[in-house]
């Protein structure tokens, strides 16, 4: 069947652990809720994603001895942030925020559930090779253009973006739809990097 160009709307992990009194709160996460809701009737394909990981999960502190949250270590795929717990599948704080409007997707897609391998990107794990289904997932809707908003700005957005530049489609970051974690200048430098990739900074 012959499609139309279409454009989505994908909506990174706006979950309560990422929300003000969650595990992994993002400042003021919450205050993009409202004008998400109002953006996703402007496109024709809307994309929900879930951070779900198991309670072991390798990116949590806790499952490293001696190690804090926002600690690095060496993974087998490179280099990995360790995290508080959060977004453990089934819990509350994995649950998408209440106020997020979750009947206009047409997909929900769950990442991280490797319990050896963080995702961060809506496309591809940390080891950046193996494929969530979404490029697969688009393709064959003939989706070519993309905005993405949520959270955090500086990790899983930053990461989905980069990989949906990488992919060949064109790219754009709602800034005023995102809120970032900003550890160590990742917001700056994730805008940096995405602007020289030549994805589009939006308000
Ligand atoms: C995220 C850190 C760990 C995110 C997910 O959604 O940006 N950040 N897991
Ligand atoms: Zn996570």
């Given at each position: ?7 989505l709307?994908?909506?990174?992990d ?20 409202a ?8 496109y ?114 930053f990461y ?10 064109s ?33």
């Amino acid at each position: 069947m012959v499609q139309a160009m279409s454009e989505l709307l994908l909506v990174i992990d706006i979950q309560n652990d990422f929300c003000p009194g969650g595990a992994l709160a993002v400042d003021r996460g919450h205050e993009i809720i409202a004008p998400v809701n109002g953006a996703m009737h402007n496109y024709s394909s809307v994309v929900l994603t879930q951070d779900w990981h198991p309670k072991h999960h390798s990116s949590f502190a806790s499952q490293h001895a001696q190690k804090n949250p926002l600690d690095t270590i060496e993974m087998s795929y490179g280099s990995q942030v360790l995290w508080p717990d959060h977004c453990v599948q089934g819990s509350e704080g994995a649950n998408f925020h209440p106020n997020l409007n979750v009947d206009r997707a047409d997909l929900i897609l769950r990442k991280g559930f490797n319990p050896d391998v963080d995702s961060y990107s809506a496309f591809f794990e940390n080891d950046k090779t193996t494929p969530t289904g979404l490029h697969g997932y688009l393709q064959n809707k003939n989706i070519t253009s993309i905005d993405l908003v949520g959270l955090a700005t500086d990790f899983c957005v930053f990461y989905s973006a980069m990989d949906a530049c990488k992919l060949g489609y064109s790219v754009t970051v709602l800034d005023h739809m995102t809120r970032a974690i900003d550890l160590n200048g990742s917001l700056e430098t994730a805008r940096k990097t995405l602007l020289e990739m030549g994805v589009t900074w939006g308000a």
